[in-house]
């Protein structure tokens, strides 16, 4: 198990999985500069980031706002008319800045030099799946998404006692109200429900005496951080998991983190978002034992496992459906092209189903097949025409969001964007846009990096060829419909 | 076209339609429906054919933001009531009387008269153990059916789809909004949402002449064929696909499927919508228009089970009086024009409707003309076939029998749920609410 993948092994189609799952995909060139490096330097290229450049810079407003805390206080004391204006310039603000938020990290994804730095932070996200609509607060919901990019490759116990003492956190499981007089077991059971453990490997009793170990683990809204309030903190004996002693919060989270199961619980989770399907038992113990000796230290396994040969087993190969993020971006990504505006990113990942920053509840996104209905299929082709022909009203249906009261005024916003078509120029050489069969495996090599289907093959010659000519329009139009096809939702 | 049921293989549906050029889809009838059928005469199933012709249907309404039901279903007579409420009150006068001391808000004319002709049951104080006063939370916990304490990933109706519906035609359920509700979220995911039937489709440019298809529509619909269907010797039919493509295929297969299913219920829908008329006159309102489409798809045949709709604004902290008037008005009018469009369609006896909302709110008004986040409040059944009249109990509204200023509960709105998934639905709801909840009579 976990057997290095032999370098004759190291070919376009493995280096394109590689750059596909430990990041976001890329053109062609790309793939063949990390053909050139081998196996070994091209995952150290993805994993030892840390002297490559730093992205774009934070958003201006990613910093506590002492006024904001102010201003909603002073509103509870004011006439209703005036509470409700300055709750509305509120959510009109934080509506912004979400949107704002949104792009900032789809641009570090599409374009920062650390690609598995953003994977793994969108990894965190869902794991930990914390959401805006409750949250409300687009500073904490940053600063949430800072320390998975800070953390999320370091050690699993200092990012777990990060995340439990993060305000988004401790607002979203109710942590923030947890006190010795009324224990709100909201976060102890999530965490090991849902973080760290998984269902039946805890009892009812730990999830009892671990919310009175995490009493007193607050929010301060006034500074917008975490806050020790002692007074809350219930200093009487607990017994989790057997053991029988008074307790903290950072005492539990070091018990649960040595239990065995959470070494198989996080990195089972981790293979699966990367290889696509869950380990089999045995490659399930050797992650659990990889992780386990290296400290529970993250980079080391993820090295480890873009390394071996099961991460590039046939059944992993282009097996894995891609999230809506995936595709948003490694389409950019390969279509060398911009992202679109805000809120049409907005726009296109709420049609295919992944909100950023508002995951549909606690387990957060459940992936894989479920990313595909009839109507995100559509939503996706439908999408490849705004990417691609900059067609705007395929993205426009994601605009108002189903819930009570939704904001309209965007749609106004967006009806009057303009977004660019992409260059074919750019993308294929004159020999491949004069030659039908040419431009034809051009773009297997840059959208699929894998065959057609002869008989799909055949339909796009046939479309190609009953092309007044091979224009511009024609080529962009073949782009699309590459991207409309039930292989190109694969990676 | 037709609207019986015609067994028909994936192969032949697929040359008629993109092989044989015959482009204008005029099949008899859904490429699912013959999934479902199939499994009918399999026959060895608890439940009925999930679709079909005469099939029942259910349709699930959402005030969304907390319906305030003290003032919808009104305990006119109550001390307590009009001491909780000096100012948005409700007086005698101003509602229309059901019993000596209930009455529904002026605004429900369209309801008083369903419940008049026997067509509407409203079941009273309606909640669940440890509420909670979120929205979001609280809506999730109707919509997955779960325990206030719990969690669960899938909508009831969801586990309904996964439980009774496998295979079915994705068009199962259909939400009209653009996206779909937790509700509908399911292990295996089915379902389709649309507001405006135009937009559920390939969008391509425009046809070279008219009747035709694009080149480019012709060449999405072909691309997406699975290569099986082509292939002449793989001797694939019906049988061998049934029911064993989600579950035993690669993700390729999965996507294929889906990628057909896509194509022929975009057809199907766009074509239903624009040849069905509707039969009654509705409210020019969101919800108004969402129901006209509901009736439209229950009209021309599309096989569902289960339709949601949503109206939303009723997260009443200020100025309660007005907005709610307006909602209400919107409301019972659309559900009475729904009707009206079903009894026209001879539909009315196996299409009932159910209303929810996150939570009811505070007995109390407050400082702003308005109410807070509360609790229990009643549902509505609306149909043919339903026990009409005033069910359950009024809960109390003495201050000692309030919990932290809300009505509490009497019935858990799980029994509605299992009472129309077992009395409607025809299926057993344990597997699907996860406990045994004896059911509410609704039906």
Known sequence: ?491 | MKDDITLQTRREFLHKTVLGGALSWTLPTFLANTFSALQAEAANQATQAPTGRNATILVVLQMAGGNDGLNTVVPFTNDYYHRARPKIGLAESKVLRLSADVGLHSALSGFKDLYDGGRLAIVQGVGYPNPNRSHFRSTEIWQTGSDASKFERYGWLGRYFDNACSGCDPTVGVSIGRQAPQAFAARQPTGVSLDNPQNYRFLAGRPSGPGEMSSMEESYRKLNQPEAEMDANSGSTIGSLSGTVRHTGSVLDFLERTALDAQVSSDKIRSIASRVDNLATYPASQLGNSLKLVAKLIGGGLPTRVFYVSQGGYDTHTNQVNAQERLLRDLGDSVKAFVEDMQGQGNLPRVPLMTFSEFGRRVAENANGGTDHGAAAPMFVVGEKVKAGLLGEYPSLAPGDLFQGDLKFKVDFRLVYAGVLEDWLKTRSEPILGSRFAPVQVV
């Open chain 1, 1 to 491: 198990m976990l057997r290095q993948l032999p370098n004759e092994k190291w070919t376009f189609a493995t280096a394109a999985h590689l750059l596909n799952r430990a990041g976001f995909g890329g053109p062609p060139e790309e793939i063949e500069r990390l053909v050139d490096l081998g196996p070994e330097r091209a995952v150290s290229h993805f994993v030892d980031y840390g002297g490559l450049p730093e992205a774009a810079p934070d958003p201006a407003w990613a910093k506590p706002d002492p006024e904001r805390a102010e201003r909603l206080r002073a509103a509870r004391q004011a006439s209703p008319e005036e509470r409700r204006m300055v709750q509305q310039a509120e959510q009109k603000n934080q509506r912004g800045r979400l949107i704002e938020l949104r792009a900032w990290w789809l641009q570090r994804m599409a374009v920062g030099a650390r690609p598995l730095q953003e994977k793994m932070t969108l990894f965190w996200h869902g794991h930990f799946a914390t959401s805006a609509v409750k949250v409300r607060d687009a500073y904490l919901m940053w600063r949430q998404n800072d320390l998975f990019r800070r953390l999320g490759t370091g050690n699993w116990l200092q990012l777990l006692i990060g995340v439990a003492k993060d305000p988004a956190m401790l607002v979203w499981l109710d942590q923030a109200q947890s006190r010795k007089a009324h224990p709100n077991e909201n976060f102890a059971r999530e965490v090991m429900e849902l973080f760290t453990l998984g269902e039946g490997h805890y009892t009812e009793r730990d999830v009892t005496e671990a919310a009175r170990a995490l009493t007193g683990w607050s929010y301060d809204r006034m500074t917008q951080s975490f806050v020790a309030r002692p007074l809350w903190h219930d200093r009487g004996a607990k017994t989790i998991f057997g053991r029988t002693g008074n307790f903290n919060g950072e005492n539990f989270l070091e018990m649960l983190v040595a239990q065995p199961q959470a070494a198989r619980f996080i990195t089972g989770k981790l293979w699966s978002f990367f290889a696509g399907e869950p380990p089999g038992e045995e490659l399930a113990n050797a992650l659990a034992a990889a992780f386990r000796s290296a400290g529970n230290d993250i980079k080391p396994l993820l090295r480890t496992m873009f390394l071996s040969e099961e991460f590039y087993a046939p059944s992993v190969l282009r097996n894995q459906v891609k999230s809506p993020v995936q595709w948003l971006v490694g389409s950019v990504r390969v279509l060398e092209f911009p992202l679109p505006p805000p809120l049409v990113c907005e726009a296109l990942t709420r049609n295919l189903g992944q909100d950023l920053f508002a995951p549909p509840n606690v387990k957060g996104w459940d992936g894989g097949l479920s990313w595909i209905t009839t109507n995100t299929l559509l939503a996706r082709y439908n999408g490849a025409a705004t990417l691609v022909q900059g067609n705007l009203a395929a993205a426009a249906g994601g605009m108002i969001a189903n819930r009570p009261n939704a904001q309209r005024q965007p749609t106004r916003r967006f009806n009057q964007m303009r977004v660019r078509a992409v260059d074919a120029d750019e993308l294929f050489t004159e020999d491949e846009r004069a030659d039908i069969a040419a431009l034809i495996a051009a773009l297997e090599r840059r959208l699929l990096q894998a065959r057609l289907t002869p008989k799909q093959d055949q339909v796009l010659r046939d479309y190609l060829a009953g092309q007044p000519q091979l224009d511009e329009g024609a080529i962009l139009n073949a782009l699309r419909l590459v991207m409309s096809t039930p292989e190109y939702q694969l990676t």
